[in-house]
């Protein structure tokens, strides 16, 4: 079972440039949500979406961008990179109930990104 | 504003000795709280979760928390560390400002040393 899919492991953007990280899962889960990982700080939710066609803004939304067209599919979008945005960014999963997340979350492996 | 703190950096322990990572919340009403470890350059995986029930929750590869509402901690527990268990292991919490996505705390990592 491939579970999360993220996709580029590794990219490396210059100040103002303007990229896609992709992720889909192929568990029918309703919920999902993009994090930020950075060194003593733990995760910070950027984005999440409960449903196709529904998203919310996190704890650190700015500077990115998402959309829900499929259950399958959350993109998240980096509209102008900076070098604040240099992370860790893992996508997660979870089939939730209503009234939010009440099992796992399924994450994927991670994208590291560094903005020169 | 709902929050997990976790307060060590790092803990050390020898193997065979029993380990504990801590952790206390902070949240409105009843919590729904859980462990995650996270092995290097990989995604976090779910350890166990406490929704409601027995204090003392069961989770994957021996790991154990105690659910304490007195003193708002959901402290980790494991009886015999393993060098495998070395890695850095997350709090969370059910965050109702945040949709019910889950808060993370900032991460403990453990070092078990042979």
């Known amino acids: 079972n491939a579970g999360v899919t993220q996709t580029p492991k590794f990219q490396v953007l210059k100040t103002g440039q303007s990229m896609t990280l992709q992720c889909a899962q192929d568990?029918?889960?309703?919920?999902m949500s993009w994090y930020r990982q950075d060194p003593g700080m733990g995760l910070r939710l950027i984005h999440y979406?409960?449903?196709?066609?529904?998203?919310d803004q996190g704890e650190v939304p700015n500077g990115y961008n998402v959309s829900r067209s499929t259950t399958e599919d959350f993109p998240l979008r980096l509209l102008s990179a900076a070098p604040s945005q240099t992370s860790v960014y893992f996508c997660?999963?979870?089939?939730?109930?209503?009234?939010?997340?009440?099992?796992?979350?399924?994450f994927g492996e991670g994208s590291r990104l560094t903005v020169l | 504003a709902q929050s997990v703190a976790q307060p060590e950096d790092q803990v050390n322990v020898a193997e065979g000795n029993p380990l504990t990572v801590k952790c206390t919340y902070s949240?409105?009403?009843?919590?729904?709280l859980f462990w995650y470890v996270q092995y290097p350059n990989r995604g976090l995986q779910f350890l166990l979760k406490?929704?409601?029930?027995?204090?003392l929750v069961k989770g994957s590869y021996g790991f154990e928390a105690e659910f304490n509402k007195s003193q708002t901690s959901f402290h980790l527990k494991k009886p015999s560390a393993l060098v495998s268990d070395s890695a850095l292991y997350f709090c969370?919490?059910?965050?109702?400002?945040?949709?019910?996505?889950?808060?993370f705390g900032g991460g403990t990592r453990l070092m078990v040393k042979p």
């Open positions: 997660a999963s979870s089939p939730g109930l209503a009234g939010g997340v009440t099992g796992e979350l399924f």
């Open positions: 568990m029918n889960h309703e919920y």
């Open positions: 979406s409960v449903g196709a066609g529904i998203t």
């Open positions: 969370a919490v059910r965050d109702i400002n945040a949709g019910n996505m889950l808060t």
């Open positions: 949240v409105s009403g009843n919590p729904y």
């Open positions: 406490y929704i409601t029930g027995d204090n």
